[in-house]
């Protein structure tokens, strides 16, 4: 069974310009999560897709981001436009039980570079 | 004050020793607790979870909370060069999908053959 995959790995953009990073979650996981790590702090949440519905948007910094998920199957997080301190890894996770113990896999993230 | 404290490291060992990676919390409510492994660009990979206070062992993993101190750790037996990782403690209030997990620093292990 394939894993969490996104793409690209690696992005340096200026600032100024819009990225935008993908997710696609192991099939079948009605839960995504998108999560940002900047250097030397903690992996944090961003937000929480249940199929195509936001759950919970609390952790994102601010209206710079925007995060989709069409059709309950991959997710995009969109940065518009990008400031240097949005640099970090960006990793997705999702999981499938709604209830119970429940396991996030995440994806080996994206590393985003502003200049 | 960090919902969660983690010794950052680096932690530098020789092959066969035993480890002891540990985290502390300040919310109470917590009730969920896990170890993350990570290795060199990867993602966050479960080691283990323990569901309120008392210890889990799985091969040469021990994981230990103490509700009343808010103190958890993870302690690793005979700890093999492929060990070596960043180990990222996280803890949650609930064990649904709704509820938001919160993850310490981390703190990079490296066993030395």
């Known amino acids: 069974e394939a894993g969490v995959t996104q793409f690209p790995s690696h992005s340096v953009i200026e600032k100024g310009q819009t990225v935008t990073l993908r997710c696609d979650p192991i099939?079948?996981?009605?839960?995504l999560y998108w999560y940002r790590r900047v250097m030397g702090k903690e992996i944090k949440f961003l937000l929480h897709?249940?199929?195509?519905?936001?759950?919970?948007e609390s952790g994102m910094p601010n209206n710079r981001f925007l995060a989709e998920r069409t059709g309950g199957t991959y997710s995009t997080l969109k940065v518009q436009p990008a400031e240097l301190e949005d640099s970090g890894v960006y990793f997705c996770a999702s999981s499938v039980r709604t209830s119970g113990i429940f396991e996030q896999f995440f994806g080996p993230g994206t590393r985003l570079t502003v200049l | 004050q960090k919902e969660v404290e983690q010794d950052p490291g680096p932690l530098s060992v020789p092959e066969g020793a035993i480890v002891s990676l540990n985290c502390t919390y300040s919310?109470?409510?917590?009730?969920?607790f896990m170890w993350y492994r990570q290795y060199s660009r990867k993602g966050p990979e479960l080691l283990m979870y323990t569901y309120s206070s008392g210890n889990k062992e799985d091969g040469r993993f021990t994981a230990q909370v103490d509700k009343s101190s808010k103190y958890i750790s993870l302690f690793i037996r005979d700890s093999q060069p492929s060990d070596s990782a960043t180990y990222l403690c996280?803890?949650?209030?609930?064990?649904?999908?709704?509820?938001?997990?919160?993850f310490g620093p981390g703190t990079s292990l490296s066993v030395i053959p």
């Open positions: 897709f249940v199929k195509e519905s936001k759950q919970d």
């Open positions: 919310n109470s409510a917590f009730q969920y």
């Open positions: 099939s079948g996981h009605d839960n």
């Open positions: 996280a803890m949650s209030a609930g064990v649904t999908s709704y509820d938001k997990v919160i």
